[in-house]
């Protein structure tokens, strides 16, 4: 199957649920093929990767889905309509810096390390609700999602995990108020998107399954 041909078969299978075609590794004449496609959202890990790229890339939705350092915030903020990795409050806080430097207000998701998992970035289950309590002041940006990566496992053993992500989606939607307007939630990948869905993700990221293996 051509990179056209994954995309449309995604996109037709998922529906309403959004995709994001994560772009890592791929170059842009691959990455033009998923927007040739129908693919309107793209997801990047690294901020100096898609920099290298983005001139070369149409129009389209440019998410980060990978960790940002504090130095490399300002420029994400230049060049993404929406940081879905917002895993900590410092970084919250330099990016509403950053924004209000430039004037934008920039949309974010929050992070939740649904596995409570030492390793991974993310607010952990428990710190979610008061993250939000703080990040209600930063008025330069504006929460419209939540993303989470469940533990390494199988699709199946994931679901728990999509689940439990799923309710705490469902929780702090009644704190939506001001800068405050979660909607999306970001959950699965190639190996279990259709769990995710199954559990409620409004919102998808595929790399592999559109674009093959990834060469790193
Ligand atoms: C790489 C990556 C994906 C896509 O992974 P695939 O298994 O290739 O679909 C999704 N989300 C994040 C945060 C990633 O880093």
Redo the contacts with the bound molecule.
């Keep these: 199957m051509t990179i056209e041909e994954n995309t449309k078969a995604i996109l037709e299978e998922l529906g309403e649920v959004k995709l994001?075609s994560?772009t890592?590794t791929v170059d842009t004449d691959r990455i033009n093929q998923s927007i040739k496609a129908g693919a309107t959202i793209i997801?990047e890990?690294r901020v100096q990767e898609f920099d290298e790229k983005c001139d070369c890339i149409p129009p389209c939705e440019k998410h980060l889905?990978?960790h940002l350092q504090t130095n490399k915030v300002r420029r994400a903020v230049e060049l993404f309509d929406v940081i879905?990795?917002v895993d900590s409050l410092k970084v919250a806080e330099e990016i509403d810096k950053r924004a209000g430097e430039i004037g934008k207000v920039q949309k974010v998701f929050l992070q939740v390390n649904i596995g409570n998992e030492p390793q991974k970035y993310g607010f952990g289950t428990d710190e979610i609700a008061d993250a939000i309590k703080d990040i209600r002041i930063l008025s330069n940006i504006h929460v419209i999602g939540l993303?989470c990566?469940p533990p390494y496992v199988s699709a199946e053993e994931a679901r728990p995990y999509f689940r439990k992500m799923k309710s705490i989606f469902d929780e702090l939607k009644q704190e939506n108020q001001g800068n405050i307007a979660i909607q999306e939630l970001s959950m699965g990948?190639?190996?279990d998107y259709k769990v995710a869905i199954e559990e409620g993700a409004t919102m998808v990221?595929?790399?592999?399954?559109i674009f093959g293996k990834?060469d790193y």
């Design positions: 994001v994560v890592k997801g890990n889905i990978g879905q990795s993303m990566i990948m190639s190996g990221r595929i790399g592999s399954g990834r």
